[in-house]
């Protein structure tokens, strides 16, 4: 449980809902097409729940110390998740989306699109560790 709380699995069910209702419910019903199966859809989703994911432990990473004050109770990392896992999960998971995002890219045709997927991870790295503030 300590890691679902660490990803915010909360916030990744409502960005995958978001893609599933846009997908399903907006681009469909109005005859959308899309370039991606079900299956690469699929991947998509689980590629930007993994960016998010890792979006989400490397603020928690950054702000360490800054929640041991305003928010002692919901401290995970330190103290049930050591900061090196975290890290190791960051990693981990963002290099699953990165992989997978190059994988649909170059799936469409598209090689230059999986560039988005590293700019994202990019951009959560730099706001969790310098435009916070």
């Given at each position: 449980?300590?890691?679902?709380?660490?990803?915010?699995?909360?916030?990744?069910?409502?960005?995958?809902?978001?893609?599933?209702f846009?997908?399903?419910?907006?681009?469909?019903?109005?005859?959308?097409?899309t370039?991606?199966?079900?299956?690469?859809?699929?991947?998509?989703?689980?590629a930007?729940?993994?960016?998010?994911?890792?979006?989400?432990?490397?603020?928690?990473?950054y702000?360490?110390?800054?929640?041991?004050?305003?928010?002692?109770?919901?401290?995970?990392?330190?103290?049930?998740?050591?900061?090196?896992?975290?890290?190791?999960?960051?990693?981990?998971?963002?290099?699953?989306?990165?992989?997978?995002?190059?994988?649909?890219?170059?799936?469409?045709?598209?090689?230059?699109?999986?560039?988005?997927?590293?700019?994202?991870s990019?951009?959560?790295?730099?706001?969790?560790?310098?435009?916070?503030?």
């Amino acid at each position: 449980m300590n890691y679902l709380q660490l990803i915010r699995y909360q916030n990744l069910l409502f960005i995958a809902l978001a893609q599933v209702f846009i997908k399903y419910g907006l681009f469909q019903p109005f005859g959308i097409e899309t370039t991606l199966n079900t299956f690469g859809f699929a991947l998509l989703v689980i590629a930007t729940l993994c960016i998010a994911a890792a979006g989400n432990i490397i603020n928690d990473i950054y702000d360490i110390e800054i929640d041991k004050i305003n928010k002692p109770n919901k401290v995970l990392i330190g103290k049930k998740i050591s900061e090196r896992s975290a890290n190791r999960l960051y990693i981990a998971l963002n290099v699953i989306g990165v992989a997978i995002g190059f994988y649909l890219a170059n799936s469409i045709g598209r090689p230059g699109f999986a560039a988005l997927f590293v700019v994202f991870s990019a951009l959560l790295y730099l706001y969790a560790s310098y435009l916070k503030g």
